[in-house]
């Protein structure tokens, strides 16, 4: 079972480049979510879904956006790169929002913008 | 606004009993997950308390107090591979998980 897989898992961007990460799920999950791991911050959420068609804001948004077109697939871009955009990326996808349903991450994207 | 306090770090002999503590102060509470994630890894979970009490699991356990707002992991039989980073989580209404900042465990010999 491949569960989340994200792709690509390192990345080297230049200040102003765009980019897309891409996070699939075979979990038939309904909810997906971007976060960033940060040294000394946690897990930040960027955006997230909750069914296909669906995206929110989550805590720190800016500068990202995202599209879930594909109930198995959410797509984190970046328009315009910047150093402050340097961080470990994960995905998540989970059953419901519900309790006791844990959260299935990807292994992660590493970015890092000079 | 949400937010979960958990030591930073700490340091635990193998074989011994560790606790990692969590206080969290959010608005439509109902339950807290805690997470392990290993260094260079990704975060994978290991509990849920959705009702007050002592949930274990093998050789962890996780307890809930919703009157104090606090929560703890507990593991028990420490070995080397325990050496990661635990997170707690709050649950939330409808919305996503809000984590803490997490405490890093050294397991030493």
């Known amino acids: 079972n491949a569960g989340v897989t994200q792709t690509p898992k390192f990345r080297v961007l230049k200040t102003g480049q765009s980019m897309t990460l891409l996070c699939a799920q075979d979990?038939?999950?309904?909810?997906m979510y971007w976060y960033r791991q940060d040294p000394g911050m946690g897990l930040r959420l960027i955006h997230y879904?909750?069914?296909?068609?669906?995206?929110a804001k989550g805590e720190v948004p800016d500068g990202y956006n995202v599209s879930r077109l594909k109930k198995q697939n959410f797509l984190l871009g970046l328009e315009s790169a910047a150093p402050s955009q340097t961080s470990v990326y994960f995905c998540?996808?989970?059953?419901?929002?519900?309790?006791?349903?844990?959260?299935?991450f990807g292994s992660g994207t590493r970015l890092t913008v000079v | 606004g949400q937010s979960l306090e958990q030591p930073s770090e700490v340091t635990a002999v193998e074989g011994a009993i560790v606790q990692i503590n969590c206080t969290y102060q959010?608005?439509?509470?109902?339950?807290l997950s805690w997470y392990q994630q290993h260094d260079g890894g990704a975060p994978t979970f290991l509990s849920y308390?959705?009702?007050?009490g002592l949930e274990e699991t093998g050789r962890f356990s996780s307890f809930l107090s919703r009157s104090d707002s606090y929560g703890y992991l507990l593991l028990q039989e420490l070995q080397m591979k325990d050496s990661a980073s635990y997170f707690c989580?709050?649950?939330?209404?409808?919305?996503?998980?809000?984590f803490g900042k997490g405490t890093r465990l050294s397991v030493i010999a």
């Open positions: 998540a996808s989970s059953y419901t929002a519900g309790e006791g349903y844990g959260y299935t």
């Open positions: 979990m038939n999950h309904e909810y």
């Open positions: 879904s909750v069914g296909e068609g669906t995206t």
């Open positions: 959010t608005s439509g509470f109902y339950g």
């Open positions: 308390n959705g009702l007050d």
């Open positions: 989580a709050a649950h939330s209404g409808n919305t996503p998980l809000v």
